[in-house]
């Protein structure tokens, strides 16, 4: 197999797991901010 196309195929089997990752990791984050803000909102913060 020629070089190039062991390197772009690695390169880019990595950067899609690290995007892959990364969704998961958003994810997780904005579910948590949701219910950051809900518990901010039921304190009866209306500024």
Do not use: R
């Amino acid at each position: 197999m020629n070089n190039k196309t062991l390197f772009w195929s690695i390169t880019v089997a990595l950067a899609g797991f690290l995007f892959g990752f990364d969704t998961i990791v958003i994810s997780g984050a904005e579910q948590t901010l949701q219910q950051m803000w809900k518990d901010y909102e039921l304190l009866g913060s209306n500024d």
